[in-house]
């Protein structure tokens, strides 16, 4: 397996985690709006575990982009774009199994997650010329 394919991977597995992070840390927070409480440090030592939570999204975020940049240097980027959609499948699947996040699963939603999941194995298959170059 190219190397590329674990960068892209790792990607959308950072990717899942800061989703699922952010979406946790703004659900506890007790009103998400911008203003001046943000900087007042009462309100931000109440919200330290929401705060916490976000940062470690927005750390993997960080760390995904870096992820990302070594994929690309290993995989075609038109095989290494569609991949990430991966990320897609695995925030629905883990929105729906973790009690927590409480997200309805639905016939249609995970024919959709069916139809990303066919076009990432329809973009990883090995081309005709990549098959000739094997024999």
């Not at 109440?46 to 750390?59: A, E, K, R």
């Not at 870096?66 to 929105?95: D, E, G, M, Q, T």
């Not at 009690?99 to 999941?117: D, H, M, R, V, Y």
């Amino acid at each position: 397996m190219n190397k590329g394919y674990l960068w892209v991977l790792g990607s959308a597995i950072l990717v899942t985690i800061a989703q699922l992070s952010l979406k946790a840390g703004v659900m506890e927070l007790p009103s998400f709006a911008l203003g001046w409480h943000w900087l007042q440090i009462d309100w931000l030592l109440t919200n330290t575990v929401s705060l916490s939570i976000i940062f470690v999204g927005l750390v993997c975020y960080a760390l995904s982009m870096l992820c990302w940049l070594f994929a690309l240097k290993f995989i075609a980027l038109n095989k290494a774009y569609p991949l990430i959609s991966l990320s897609y499948v695995f925030v629905y699947i883990l929105a729906v199994v973790l009690p927590w996040f409480n997200e309805p699963a639905t016939w249609l939603k995970a024919a959709g997650i069916g139809f990303i999941l066919l076009g990432v194995w329809l973009i990883s298959r090995p081309t005709v010329q990549q098959t000739k170059n094997i024999k």
